[in-house]
């Protein structure tokens, strides 16, 4: 079945640090892929998503680019904050079922020190 | 717009104890789901609606049961816990969820521990 896959964390980087998370997926069909970051004590929030490959989603300096050849959605961010802390989701849609389903990898945690 | 809304916020239950977990979301959304958190596994799907009356089994159904009477609210049931089932629960709605393309909105978590 569909899965992804997630480095592992704790991530830890100082403030203005370059980020990468990695993600990989496997899936029947063409999914679209997301990540969704959950700050402390908080439910899920979209963060970007792309929906057909060599797309790029972004938004608030993240990006994330959907590579259908390496079966990636690696997240990036060039200078993170403080702020940025929290843990990183990435998802992919569940094609087969055609019930909106996501499928998620484990989660990975991120802390930026000052 | 209040979003997705879970009650209660916190919890605690002594095993074979029964408790419903209420979901509910103002967005009109016809698809709603339940999904439990545990350390290292990500989000799984226990079980999801596609519209008011219906109901299905996602990844991990066992021990819950759900109900969908009114199109705004999804109901999770316990009906008798187990320490197995200590977790934080999420539940999460989406417009037309055949698009997979949608996104999903997520309320801010239950999270139940079971003594």
Known sequence: ?114 | NAGVTQTPKFRVLKTGQSMTLLCAQDMNHEYMYWYRQDPGMGLRLIHYSVGEGTTAKGEVPDGYNVSRLKKQNFLLGLESAAPSQTSVYFCASSYLGRRSTDEQFFGPGTRLTVL
């Open chain 1, 1 to 114: 079945g569909d899965s992804v896959t997630q480095m592992e964390g704790p991530v830890t980087l100082s403030e203005e640090a370059f980020l990468t998370i990695n993600c990989t997926y496997t899936a029947t069909g063409y999914p679209s892929l997301f990540w969704y970051v959950q700050y402390p004590g908080e439910g899920l929030q979209l963060l970007l998503k792309a929906t057909k490959a060599d797309d790029k989603g972004s938004n608030k300096g993240f990006e994330a680019t959907y590579r259908k050849e390496t079966t990636s959605f690696h997240l990036e961010k060039g200078s993170v904050q403080v702020s940025d802390s929290a843990v990183y989701f990435c998802a992919l849609s569940e094609t087969i079922s055609n019930t909106g389903k996501l499928i998620f990898g484990q989660g990975t945690t991120l802390q930026v020190k000052p």
